[in-house]
């Protein structure tokens, strides 16, 4: 018998989103924007920015208190609707 590839990173993510170990890599943070548009206040929450930024639901977790979401790539709803997800972490505010 042929001895088991070593598995590709791709691979080893979906492995482990079967079994339930997805490793988290987006901090989301819903709040309030005013709309460039419109001028109007509206409020993004959780599974709106998920939406927007095109991410999954088991990348991502929810920052609030006790969760500082450290390591990750910080989320957040944007004033001028630009939601291409970073290339790189900019650092926590």
Request: hydrophobic share 30%.
């Amino acid at each position: 018998m042929k001895p088991a590839a070593k598995p590709t990173r791709r691979r080893k993510a979906r492995e482990e989103a079967l079994e339930g170990k997805m490793v988290k890599k987006y901090a989301l943070h819903p709040g309030y924007v005013i709309s460039r548009n419109d001028g109007d206040e509206h409020y993004i929450g959780e599974w709106q920015l998920q939406r927007l930024y095109g991410v999954q639901p088991n990348e991502c977790v929810l920052v609030g208190p006790g969760v500082a979401g450290e390591g990750l790539i910080h989320l957040r709803p944007r004033y001028d609707g630009n939601y291409t997800l970073p290339t790189r972490q900019r650092g926590a505010r």
